[in-house]
């Protein structure tokens, strides 16, 4: 075989995660020319010398990778014992964002891979399967929160005035009404307001995006950069409902709905001058203004999770090695489809899952893959797969795919 047929019989074997780190401009070039064949004698000896780059950016890259140093064993750590099966049941649907690439997909955490190498899990004490609190003192924590949630629109709630409904034996909500606002607070501490007056937004704050009709309604969907208008307003506006010193304005979302339309969230979380107590604030302590086609805030609500039981300071997986275990099979998910390959991942993100069934609050990489069987009308899905950060000595065992979908 001649060289450049060589270089190009690599290049076309390159898996696509090896070139969406290059810069955009040459990852883009350098993905249309694999396209070509070899026996186009036009860009032939300037494809022999970009596969020839990438070779060398690629030797380069893997060479520079930091090796995996796994740290002295910490007896003094408790062994965390994860019920995966049931935490990733699932219920309605499956995990997955659609979009047309995933840079549509929007990830804003104050993090980048090689941040840390430990982080704390605590114990969900607010959880359902929790008993370090009894009934009577989540309750009474549910109720402060939601003093505290009342104090920001100028309420002051006497505990009387408290109403305490069972949506399920285990599954409280505390609310309290009045003229002008109903505030609810679940279990996990989330309290909503709602605006029975809505609180207007200026004319010229309001999106100038034209309505979609969806199922008999009129709604709107807002760029990115009008959201983020009307955010800084709310910032300067709205201190008392905030209550931060600093607010980092965040955006998740971005994904398409089966219209093909963008939806984007804003939310604030207080900054902190420590790398790990600003990734904390922007998993747990988030405030989220929500307007109505952009013309009312109807909605806002507040997430304080309980942080005190805190289990211990974990060593963490690296993103290296959390793509590693995804190959492997040890991961959990959602989304009705088996992993479909190492050269399908297009993002490793660094979460916390804080959900009311969580036994603990520990990290996990959440890993979207771009999933080939779940195109949806030329839009790509991204599933979620994920990765449990904690290393797995530390675990009662790793999450093994078996071939059924939660």
């Not at 979609?212 to 800084?232: D, I, M, R």
């Not at 307007?291 to 109807?298: L, V, Y």
């Amino acid at each position: 075989m001649r060289k450049e047929d060589r270089l190009m019989d690599l290049l076309g074997q390159l898996d696509d995660s090896f070139l969406v780190d290059l810069d955009d401009e040459v990852s883009t070039v350098l993905k249309e020319k694999r396209k070509k064949t070899v026996g186009e004698a036009i860009w032939f000896q300037g494809a022999s010398l970009a596969a020839a780059a990438v070779l060398t950016l690629i030797i380069a890259r893997t060479s520079l990778l930091p090796e995996v140093k796994v740290p002295p064993f910490d007896s003094t750590l408790p062994i965390l014992h994860m019920d995966y099966e049931r935490l990733f049941a699932g219920g309605w649907g499956y995990e997955g964002l659609m979009g047309k690439n995933i840079e549509e997909i929007h990830y804003d955490a104050p993090w980048e891979s090689g941040d840390f190498d430990t982080l704390p899990v605590f114990q969900n004490a607010m959880g359902s399967k929790s008993e370090a609190y009894t009934m009577e003192e989540k309750l009474l924590r549910m109720k402060k929160a939601l003093l505290s949630a009342g104090e920001r629109v100028g309420l002051v709630i006497q505990e009387e005035e408290i109403l305490v409904e069972w949506i399920q034996e285990d599954y409280p909500i505390a609310s309290y009404e009045s003229e002008e606002h109903t505030i609810s607070v679940d279990p996990d501490l989330s309290a909503t307001i709602q605006f029975k007056t809505p609180v207007m937004i200026p004319n010229d704050l309001r999106s100038k995006e034209k309505p979609v009709e969806e199922q008999g309604s009129h709604t709107v969907y807002p760029t990115l950069k009008e959201h983020f208008k009307l955010s800084q307003y709310f910032v300067e506006n709205f201190e008392n409902l905030l209550q931060m010193k600093s607010p980092v304005t965040s955006v998740e979302g971005g994904d398409r709905n089966i219209y093909g339309k963008r939806h984007h969230q804003i939310f604030y979380y207080e900054d902190h001058e420590n790398p790990q107590g600003k990734f904390l604030n922007y998993s747990f302590r988030r405030t989220y203004l929500y307007e109505s086609n952009m013309s009312e805030m109807i909605l806002m609500r507040i997430f304080s999770t309980d942080l005190t039981k805190k289990v211990g300071e974990y060593p963490i997986i690296s993103e290296r090695e959390a793509r590693d275990l995804l190959v492997q099979g040890k991961y959990v998910t959602s989304v009705p489809e088996t992993f479909p390959g190492r050269k399908y991942i297009r993002r490793v993100e660094l979460v916390y899952r804080t959900g009311y069934d969580e036994e603990f609050f520990m990290p996990y990489y959440r890993i979207l893959v771009e999933v080939p069987a779940l195109k949806y009308e030329g839009m790509n899905t991204y599933g979620a797969y994920y990765v449990p950060a904690v290393r797995s000595e530390y675990l009662s065992g790793l999450p093994t795919y078996d071939g059924s979908f939660n």
